[in-house]
């Protein structure tokens, strides 16, 4: 029962040393030292229990690491900030030409621009669509 538990605290030391590490490796080893204890408290061989250690972390590290990186780093996908704004839609608040105006987006007021330089300035009250933002200024064109 002591190799049991000096696999536990094994496992307990490498999951909390991946907090520090953050890379997916240390915890696989963990889970598969954790492994390792159970396989020892239900055996008693230590070479089951090695040979469990080392099948379950090459498996984790193998198989569960490449999808669960791919899981944090690949973020919601969800876009935020003036990102979001893009393709919605707004109202024009003062005229709106190539260059200057004012729209309302989602509630707030923005300064605005026509998106084309030959195009007529746009009316208040006009439904747009929002190109891109330009720093502070909402790039329109009108909707079709």
């Known amino acids: 029962m002591a190799a049991a538990l000096i696999w536990l605290i094994l496992g307990i030391v490498l999951m909390i040393a991946e907090v520090i590490s953050g890379d997916f490796v240390l915890i696989m080893l963990g889970i598969g030292a954790l492994l390792g204890a159970g396989s020892e408290a239900l055996t008693g061989n230590v070479y089951i229990d090695l040979a469990v ?16 990186k791919r899981r944090f780093l690949a973020g919601s996908g969800v876009p935020t900030g003036i990102d979001a704004l893009v393709g919605s839609r707004a109202v024009v608040v003062s005229t709106v030409d190539y260059d200057a105006g004012q729209v309302k987006i989602g509630g707030e007021v923005w300064s605005a621009r026509a998106v084309h330089e030959s195009q007529p300035p746009i009316a208040p009250g006009t439904s747009v669509t929002v190109v891109e ?7 329109v064109d009108i909707v079709s």
């Open 53 to 68: 250690f080392a099948v379950s972390s090459v498996g984790l590290i193998a198989l569960a690491r490449p999808a669960l």
């Open 133 to 139: 933002i330009s720093g502070a200024t909402a790039v």
